[in-house]
């Protein structure tokens, strides 16, 4: 359940700098699928837009046979990172929150200095009948680390190798005791670009909210909660 707060402040910024192809705030960054005009990025709603079509008829990105085909692991031109929205790396106070993993960012071919757009699919109760997607929130946070090491979630800066990307995000106070959790170092990573700073190897991803024990995914169009990634 999160708190009903302002977000005055809120810099929408992977937004990573995510600096978002549709949001405001943070500079943009060169990015094919924003520049190029087509702001879908992979595993988004089918009406938000579609693919370029190859010489043979087939779609972007797949063979002649119609399977995928790409330029991330996996045999696919995206990449879904799951987020469960119980995980997060922010601060947490009375409240069963599960600690969001470290990812590497190796696994997904991506290494500093590249640039990579990213996308919220899915979407997640908040408590139950209540759509994050609803209320006007980044669905998706994100910060860089040089380390995969996470703090006790009592602590306020609990990614101990976060790399700051200028651009942020403001989480809001937790929803029991109002105790801060923004970070300078985290970003909005719902739906934009960003290139990768140096020294990262690993993300942290975690669900907008300030409660997690109540959070459930809501497998939006049978799609589980997550980011879809694009270099």
Sequence with gaps: M???LPLAGLLLALGL???GCDSVGADDVPCTACASGDSDLPGSHPESGG???GDDGSSAG???DGESGGDLPGGSTDDVIPVDPRQTYTRTWKDDALDAPAILLAEYGVAPGDVVCGRAVGDFYTE????ASSRGYPLITAVFSSSDVLLPSDERDRVKGAIDTDDDVVTLATATDGLETDVAEDVDATDGCITVPDGARYVFLAAYDTFYADNSDALADGQSFGLSLKK
């Design 51 to 53: 693919s370029d079509a």
């Design 2 to 4: 999160r708190a009903s």
């Design 62 to 64: 797949e063979d002649s």
């Design 17 to 19: 700098p995510f600096s």
């Design 128 to 131: 139950p009948g209540v759509l």
